[in-house]
T-cell receptor, first 112, second 117 residues
C-alpha cells in the first residue's frame, strides 16, 4: 500500500527561524507536488517537482525532490507569520495521469 | 487562467436527501476532473476520477451508487451525494487536470462544505 508520510505533522516556530518539512513516500514516482491550505479554504499550488534533483524556490520557500530516496523537502527560510498554514505534499502514482496521494499535512504555526 | 469554480460553496441538508455539487472549469476545457473529500483536520482523499463522456473511476472503498459523478461536458462535472447521512458531512473539493498533456498539474476548486443534519 502506498504511503505518503509527512514529518512533522505539527510545527510551531518563531518568526525569523528556518525549518524543513519532510515528505517520504513508499512507491516509485518522479512527480511530487506541494500545496498550501489555509483554514476553511481549498488548496493553493506551491511547487511541482518533476524529476530527480529538482529544486524550486519561491520567496521564503524552497522545495526539492530526491526520487532515489523517495524524499521531498520543503524548506522555510526566515519564517514570517503569513506562512502559517497547513502544507501538503502529494505524489502522482499514475505516471503523469495526475492521480495524487496526499500526505497527512503539516500544520505550521509561526509566532511573532 | 486555469480557474475552477464549485457551486455551492456550502450546503446544509437533511438526512436522507440528495445534494448535487457542480465543478466547472471556467477558462479551459477539462477532459479529466477529480473529486476529493476532506474531513476536518485531515488530508485529502481522492474519491474518483471523472472523464468527460465516460463513467467515472472510483477509488477503493467509495460507493459509486452513493456518490454519483457525471462529467457531461468538457467544463462541467457534478457530484451527487444520494441519501446523505451525517457521516457524509465533509469538505468536497474538485480539481481539473491541465488541458495540455505536457503540463503535469491540476487546478483545484474552492471546495464545498456539506453538512448533513
Amino acid at each position: 500500500e502506498l504511503k505518503v508520510e509527512q514529518n512533522p505533522l505539527f510545527l510551531s516556530m518563531q518568526e525569523g527561524k528556518n525549518y524543513t518539512i519532510y515528505c517520504n513516500y513508499s512507491t516509485t514516482s518522479d512527480r511530487l507536488y506541494w500545496y498550501r491550505q489555509d483554514p476553511g479554504k481549498s488548496l493553493e499550488s506551491l511547487f511541482v517537482l518533476l524529476s530527480n534533483g529538482a529544486v524550486k524556490q519561491e520567496g521564503r520557500l524552497m522545495a526539492s525532490l530526491d526520487t532515489k530516496a523517495r524524499l521531498s523537502t520543503l524548506h522555510i527560510t526566515a519564517a514570517v507569520h503569513d506562512l502559517s498554514a497547513t502544507y501538503f505534499c502529494a505524489v502522482d502514482i499514475s505516471s503523469g495521469a495526475q492521480k495524487l496521494v496526499f500526505g497527512q499535512g503539516t500544520r505550521l504555526t509561526i509566532n511573532p | 487562467g486555469a480557474v475552477v469554480s464549485q457551486h455551492p460553496s456550502w450546503v446544509i441538508c437533511k438526512s436522507g436527501t440528495s445534494v448535487k455539487i457542480e465543478c466547472r472549469s471556467l477558462d479551459f476545457q477539462a477532459t479529466t476532473m477529480f473529486w476529493y473529500r476532506q474531513f476536518p483536520k485531515q488530508s485529502l482523499m481522492l474519491m474518483a476520477t471523472s472523464n468527460e463522456g465516460s463513467k467515472a473511476t472510483y477509488e477503493q472503498g467509495v460507493e459509486k451508487d452513493k456518490f454519483l459523478i457525471n462529467h457531461a461536458s468538457l467544463t462541467l462535472s457534478t457530484l451527487t451525494v444520494t441519501s446523505a447521512h451525517p457521516e457524509d458531512s465533509s469538505f468536497y473539493i474538485c480539481s481539473a487536470r491541465a488541458p495540455s498533456t505536457s503540463v503535469y498539474e491540476q487546478y483545484f476548486g474552492p471546495g464545498t462544505r456539506l453538512t448533513v443534519t
